[in-house]
């Protein structure tokens, strides 16, 4: 499967963004999907992840209390609703996506296997 993110930007400290990661053919095959984020200089990071149905989600402890990321079924964009964000959000974003028939959400980058081209989210102070 080929994921696109998009939605990013140049913001100031406390705007808000919405990614959207779309799929090719705009459906999503794989039950778990994703938000990293890559840091200038640091490693790629999780942000948040979700099941097929969108009924459950998991988040980075950074994540919890400003971040929400959404579905509404397979047929849909995963979107990250970005709130409240500081400048220690910027980086480049990536979904991503893990094989068939996994269902356990992760946060190790390693055990997704599709990765779309990320979007750049900067913001300033």
């Known amino acids: 499967v080929q994921l696109q993110a998009s939605g990013g930007g140049s913001v100031q400290t406390g705007d808000s963004l919405r990614l959207s990661c779309a799929a090719s053919?705009?459906?999503?095959?794989?039950?778990?999907v994703g938000w990293f984020r890559q840091a200038p200089g640091k490693g790629r990071e999780f942000v948040a992840a979700?099941?097929?149905?969108?009924?459950?989600?998991k988040y980075a402890a950074f994540a919890t209390d400003r971040f929400t990321i959404s579905r509404d079924n397979a047929n849909n964009p995963v979107y990250l609703q970005m709130n409240s964000l500081k400048p220690e959000d910027t980086g480049v974003y990536y979904c991503a996506a893990r094989p068939r028939g996994i269902t356990v959400l992760s946060d190790a980058p390693r055990l997704y296997l599709y990765w779309g081209r990320g979007t750049l989210v900067t913001v300033s102070s």
């Open positions: 053919g705009g459906t999503f095959s794989n039950p778990v």
């Open positions: 979700i099941s097929l149905s969108g009924g459950s989600a």
